[in-house]
């Protein structure tokens, strides 16, 4: 099968049309963003994803990582990928020029990292937790710290991870035991042990930075006794250059379903009683400084479900137009047909395109509200786009890491039986995303956070903007013979999420287990409702284009009508969804849990 290919004209579709970059541009910190400008950012990404990282993609999943004495080897032509990376300034494209990044929009930094995520994922997740930890230390580190780390992160000469997880205590932050003692100069002394930490070890960076969550002292209890420490590799000398190896080391490298390049480590600090960390963001405020990176790692994890797919989508269409399989009707009698010509492959194939598109809309217009939200020189408008932003950011992190694992499989099926065979490395995809509707907060959780607390943010002021607005375009489109069936489609889907969310204000005040109990499948309705209303956005800006004379024919129709395949086949199970949403927990604990085995 051939290399990733990015594809750059639906990426500059969506963050010309979809997220309005000419407005981003407009804003003084991203005055450089103009069109011409990040049409060639996006160009040369795309030389770097597919001519260097791709061909690595298989390379690292069948020859893994391994540890020895703390050392983790990296397959083969990863360290000098890497290298290339860091120095063609890709680590720090949307990183504050002070610090020595390029300050382009979030919004275009993600269409990077979706093609180093499509092209190579295991690779890719380097970066993208140093990416979290250069924000958290942006919003909470001192001038000092910043001054220390930030230069080097920003550039990607050193890394980042983030260390949560330890191994009684999963989803349950504030059950961790790691703990944090005071030491005569002012830093701390850490100990304890994680897990899962992602490239914790590796020799790809010059210095690996860990933010490490422990106790301290006599802190609280839970989540509200938790302080966050920087804990370099190697500490930092005054002048800025390394000094010795702390007091921490890799254990051991988990054997994964997938993702097998990246290496997953169990972290051990403080053996020798000597692991020095340096408190960021106040005494018991660890989870208030970890969100920041959670939430930044959150929306690029969603990003990861719609690389996957997209990864998985390419290689689908490639197989389907050189597969002959049967006589496709209309076929002459005794001809083998490209399995393309098949309705259900055809099916199959733009259902995954149509999903891909929706999301790609939806997780660049969740960067570029945080744009706004950070950066608009309005304060009204930065409040309604961050409050957007925190509203989009569990659809985007649940729906498209659901889906990224639902399209790879489907691209599994398009492949038949040799999807099942390693060999056409369709395989690998699926296992790589099943990974990713459990990372940074399972999609429950993230479910349970739309109903918990972004519904209920700004008193509603977000979701009912959001609805407002879906409910004026889908009004819009009715009168417009072209985009009828849409139109219908799309206010249907909001009137039942209307209903449904409407359920959720009544009932999750007065029974703890009916809200939670249909808050997954609400997840999906809102999402789905809002892919829908992005794809019809999409398809007005196509037409206009259209009628306007943009050459582009072929593709600006294949926006209109992939559009309409949205609203016609994937729009219409959000009503479907509306009874399992409202129908309440008590068939969930209708039977004793000791009988759940028959």
Not at 368 to 381: F, R, S, T, V
Not at 402 to 411: I, N, P, Y
Request: aromatic share 6%.
């Amino acid at each position: 099968m051939g290399e990733y290919n990015a594809p750059l004209k639906d990426m500059s579709f969506v963050l010309n049309n979809v997220v309005n970059l000419d407005e981003l541009a407009g804003i003084e910190k991203f005055e450089h963003a103009e069109s011409d400008v990040v049409a060639a950012v996006l160009e040369e990404a795309s030389k770097l994803s597919g001519n260097v990282l791709s061909p690595l993609n298989k390379v690292g999943d069948l020859a893994g990582t391994s540890v020895s004495e703390g050392v983790v080897t990296s397959p083969d032509g990863w360290n000098e990928a890497y290298a290339q990376f860091v120095a063609g300034g890709w680590n720090g494209i949307s990183a504050p020029e002070e610090f020595g990044g390029g300050s382009m929009p979030q919004a275009v930094s993600l269409a990077t990292v979706e093609m180093w995520n499509s092209s190579n994922m295991a690779f890719a997740l380097c970066p993208l937790l140093t990416q979290g930890a250069i924000e958290s230390l942006i919003a909470h580190g001192t001038k000092e710290q910043q001054e220390t780390y930030l230069e080097k992160l920003v550039t990607g000469e050193w890394s980042a991870t983030m260390n949560l997880t330890e191994s009684h205590a999963g989803s349950d932050v504030g059950a961790l035991r790691s703990k944090a003692e005071p030491a005569a100069d002012g830093s701390w002394l850490i100990s304890g042990q994680k897990i899962f930490i992602t490239y914790g070890e590796h020799e790809m960076a010059e210095n690996i930075i860990h933010l490490v969550l422990a106790r301290t002292p006599g802190s609280p209890a839970g989540t509200k006794g938790i302080s966050l420490f920087i804990v370099p590799k190697f500490l930092v000398n005054e002048d800025g250059s390394l000094g010795k190896r702390n007091d921490l080391k890799c254990v051991s490298v988990e054997e994964k379903i997938g993702i097998h390049a990246s290496p997953t480590c169990v972290m051990s600090y403080g053996d020798n009683g000597e692991c020095v960390g340096y408190l960021i963001g106040g005494e018991n405020s660890g989870m208030a400084c970890m969100f920041t990176m959670m939430n930044n790692a959150r929306l690029n994890v969603g990003l990861q479900g719609l690389a996957i797919a997209e990864r998985a989508y390419q290689q689908s269409v490639e197989y389907a137009l050189d597969r002959k399989q049967g006589r496709a009707s209309g076929a002459a009698k005794g001809e083998s047909s490209s399995i393309v010509k098949h309705a259900d492959v055809r099916r199959n194939l733009m259902s995954m395109k149509a999903q891909i598109e929706a999301m790609r809309c939806l997780v660049y217009l969740n960067g570029a509200c945080l744009d706004k939200g950070h950066n608009h020189p309005d304060a009204e408008e930065r409040k309604a786009s961050m409050g957007l932003a925190e509203l989009l950011t569990p659809l985007s992190k649940a729906w498209c890491t659901d889906l990224g694992v639902e399209l790879a499989s489907t691209a599994v099926q398009i492949h038949g039986g040799m999807g099942f065979i390693e060999e056409t490395g369709v395989g690998q995809y699926y296992r790589d995303a099943r990974i990713l509707p459990i990372y940074e907060g399972t999609n429950g959780i993230q479910a349970l956070d739309l109903i918990g607390r972004k519904l209920s943010l700004h008193g509603g002021a977000p979701v009912k903007k959001l609805f407002s607005d879906m409910e004026v375009l889908a009004r819009e489109l009715n009168d417009d013979e072209n985009f009828g069936a849409i139109s219908r489609q799309l206010g249907v889907a909001v009137t039942a999420l209307k209903e449904a969310t409407d359920w959720m204000y009544t009932n999750a005040p007065n029974d703890p287990n009916a809200a939670p109990a249909g808050a997954t499948p609400y997840l999906r309705m809102f999402a789905v409702t809002v892919g829908g209303y992005l794809m019809a956005k999409s398809a007005v800006k196509a037409q206009e284009l259209l009628k306007a004379g943009d050459p582009d024919v072929a593709f600006l129709n294949g926006k209109v009508v992939t559009a309409k395949f949205f609203a016609s086949q994937i729009l219409p199970q959000v009503a479907g969804l509306l009874g399992p949403v409202t129908e309440g927990a008590d068939l969930l604990f209708a039977i004793d849990e000791d009988n759940l085995v028959a």
